[in-house]
């Protein structure tokens, strides 16, 4: 009528016990080695560096796209300011350009002016020279007609002296004025009377019979 207990001490650790289907082979938390525990919680820990480390690049990444971002705007900035700065500079230089083409061309111009006034005066200096050289010219030989007529004018007065006196001395003589007859002749005989008188033979003649006369009659020497 008593059932005998099962000596468990007495089954051999190699008997296998029976397996029940009905068994739950769910393990209670409480079951759960030690180690295994560890080994978890260093899984969780490195999962949670591993999710921290892809937020760190995360972020890093966002911060390196905005900075790049902002940096490709303000380079944008930048290149438009140089662009219009560049615009505003090449209209100012275009318009300076056109300027000191103008300035040139009127320097140009009123350089060809100036030459072309400059080859008038010249001209007119070389044409005004040539007529200082004919009027210079013209001076030495009217000079020269001057100097042959005053010469010629003193050779006439000399000669019209010189028949004066001859005929004075004679009209003297021949009125008794021996005196003054002798004060002609010695008048004429001053200059070069006597060789002007050559030039009339006959008036010569009758000058020359006077001074004998009156160097015979003592009243010249």
Known sequence: MFKRKRDTAATPEHVQ?????NFDTSIDASDINPLEKKKRSRED???????????LLFIAL???LLSYFNQVRATREQIQNLTEEHNLFSVSALGSIDKLTTQLDTLREE???LSEANTALENKLSDMQSEQNS????LEVAAAEQE?????????ELTVNAVTNAENAISLFNNGDY???AAAVSELREG????????FPSLNKSYQNVCTKLENRGYLE
């Open 17 to 21: 016990k029976p397996v029940n289907d």
């Open 45 to 55: 820990k490195r999962q949670f560096l591993v999710a921290y480390v892809f937020a």
């Open 62 to 64: 966002a911060l390196v």
């Open 111 to 113: 350089r060809d002016s």
């Open 135 to 138: 009027l210079e010219a013209k």
């Open 148 to 156: 042959a007529l005053e010469d010629k004018n003193a050779a006439l």
């Open 179 to 181: 005196d003054g007859a």
């Open 192 to 199: 070069d009377g006597e060789e002007e008188l050559s030039k």
